[in-house]
C-alpha cells in the first residue's frame, strides 16, 4: 500500500531557529502534496498544498515567508518553519495521495515540534 | 478554514459495546471519508464513500454516506480496546481536491 514519510517524528529548537520537515512518498509519485497543522485535540487544519515544479499554494491566514515550502522531486516535500516561536508549537502532518484525490490521502506520521 | 461537524464530540463506551457516530455539513460532498487517530500518528483511512446512500464495510467499521450528500455515519461494532483513538471525518466537494475535516470524535473504550 501507500507508504508516507515523515522526518523527524519530533523536534525541539529554541526560538529564532529555523525547522525543516521532511515528507516522502516512498512507493509512489506525487506531484502534489498537503501540509496540516494540528493543535491539541482539535482537528486537521490545512496550510498549504505543495506542488512539484511549482509554488506552493497556502490557505487563507497562513504566513508563507514563515512556513516555506519546496517540492524538488516528485517524492519529496519539505516545509521549513523559519523564526519559530513558542506559538508555532504544534504538530504538523503532511499527506499526499498514489491515486487522485477520490481514493483519499495517505498521511505521513506527523511531527511533533516543540519550540522553547 | 471551514470544518465540518461530528458528533458526539467525545465518547466512554463498555468493551463489546456498539458505537455510532455522525458528521454533517451544509454544503453537499461527492466524497466521504472516515479516518482514525492515534496518538502523536497521523490519520489512517479507514472507510471512503462516493456515493449517496451508499453503505460500505470494513470489518466491524460500517460507514455510510448519507442520503442528501450533506452527512456520513460511522458505525463500529462490538468495541474493543484498541478502537480508542479519534474519529475523523473528511468531505469533498465537486470540482476540488482539497478535503475539509471533521472536528473529531474521541472514543475511549473501557474494558
Known amino acids: 500500500g501507500a507508504v508516507v514519510s515523515q522526518h523527524p517524528s519530533r523536534v525541539i529548537c529554541k526560538s529564532g531557529t529555523s525547522v525543516k520537515i521532511e515528507c516522502r512518498s516512498l512507493?509512489?509519485?506525487?506531484?502534489?502534496m498537503f501540509w496540516y497543522r494540528q493543535f491539541p485535540k482539535q482537528s486537521l487544519m490545512l496550510m498549504a498544498t505543495?506542488?512539484?515544479?511549482?509554488?506552493?499554494?497556502?490557505e487563507q491566514g497562513v504566513e508563507k515567508d514563515k512556513f516555506l515550502i519546496n517540492h524538488a522531486s516528485l517524492t519529496l516535500s519539505t516545509l521549513t518553519v523559519t523564526s519559530a516561536h513558542p506559538e508555532d508549537s504544534s504538530f504538523y502532518i503532511c499527506?499526499?495521495?498514489?491515486?487522485?484525490?477520490?481514493?483519499?490521502?495517505?498521511f505521513g506520521s506527523g511531527t511533533r515540534l516543540t519550540v522553547v | 478554514g471551514q470544518q465540518l461537524n461530528q458528533s458526539p464530540q467525545s465518547m466512554f463506551i463498555q468493551e463489546g459495546e456498539d458505537v455510532s457516530m455522525n458528521c454533517t455539513s451544509s454544503?453537499?460532498?461527492?466524497?466521504w471519508l472516515w479516518y482514525k487517530q492515534d496518538p502523536g500518528e497521523g490519520p489512517v483511512l479507514l472507510i471512503a464513500?462516493?456515493?449517496?446512500?451508499e453503505l460500505t464495510s470494513n470489518g466491524r467499521l460500517t460507514a455510510q454516506f448519507g442520503i442528501t450528500r450533506k452527512d456520513s455515519f460511522l458505525n463500529i461494532s462490538a468495541s474493543i480496546p484498541s478502537d480508542v483513538g479519534i474519529y475523523f471525518c473528511?468531505?469533498?466537494?465537486?470540482?476540488?481536491?482539497?478535503?475539509?475535516f471533521g472536528t473529531g470524535t474521541r472514543l475511549k473504550v473501557l474494558a
Open positions: 499527506s499526499a495521495s498514489p491515486q487522485g484525490a477520490a481514493y483519499g490521502y495517505t
Open positions: 512507493d509512489f509519485q506525487a506531484t502534489t
Open positions: 505543495s506542488n512539484e515544479g511549482s509554488k506552493a499554494t497556502y
Open positions: 454544503s453537499i460532498f461527492n466524497t
Open positions: 464513500l462516493y456515493k449517496a446512500g
Open positions: 473528511a468531505g469533498l466537494a465537486s470540482g476540488t481536491y482539497k478535503y475539509i
